[in-house]
């Protein structure tokens, strides 16, 4: 388990590397997202999303997606594999993959969810996190920069849905200590 983890380990210092490209594709997409989002207000009179929520989903979405296809070169992956659990337990290597992939998608679930009130659903969370997966998996395939895996969709909706918890958690207790301090 230890070597697992030095994987995970080195493989988040790389990931690192790519943290400025991120920010240089996500900060104007934050900028776009807040113009085309954040104007809209519900009959309550809030807004249906939050402008810091949006720019950390944005900037989060574009470091994705460098990690996930703009990192990789051309052609170098090709390959299908739609056996379910045929990543985890072949080496210790690939068990890091594996809870990569969970890691990676933790922030969807919880940025996404705090980003759109639309998204504060769990079959919502699991169908947008399905669709993104599998979005990030077609263009690896179509562009050879990663194998499309079934085992990646599974993983990464998993880690929406932890994600999505983690924003239940962190929301739900938050407005339970704001309403105790209203009702004092």
């Excluded at 990646?152 to 998993?158: A, Q, R, S």
């Amino acid at each position: 388990m230890l070597d697992t983890i030095r994987y995970i380990y080195k493989d988040l210092v790389r990931a690192m590397d790519y943290l400025p490209y991120g920010l240089l594709i996500g900060i104007p997409l934050a900028v776009l997202g807040n113009l085309l989002f954040t104007g809209k207000k519900e009959k309550s009179g809030e807004r249906s999303v939050n402008r810091v929520a949006v720019t950390c989903f944005c900037i989060y979405a574009a470091i994705l997606l460098v990690i996930t296809i703009l990192s990789r070169e051309d052609g170098v992956r090709k390959g299908m594999d739609l056996k379910l659990f045929s990543t985890w337990g072949i080496n210790k290597r690939n068990n890091a993959f594996v809870i990569e992939n969970i890691l990676l998608f933790v922030p969807y679930g919880f940025l996404g969810s705090w980003a759109v009130k639309k998204l504060r659903g769990f079959w919502n969370c699991i169908f947008c996190g399905t669709v993104t997966s599998f979005g990030i998996e077609s263009l690896q395939l179509i562009t050879g920069r990663g194998f499309f895996q079934i085992d990646d969709i599974l993983t990464n909706v998993l880690g929406s849905v932890i994600g999505f918890v983690f924003f239940l958690i962190t929301f739900g207790i938050g407005r339970k200590i704001v309403k105790k301090r209203r009702n004092v």
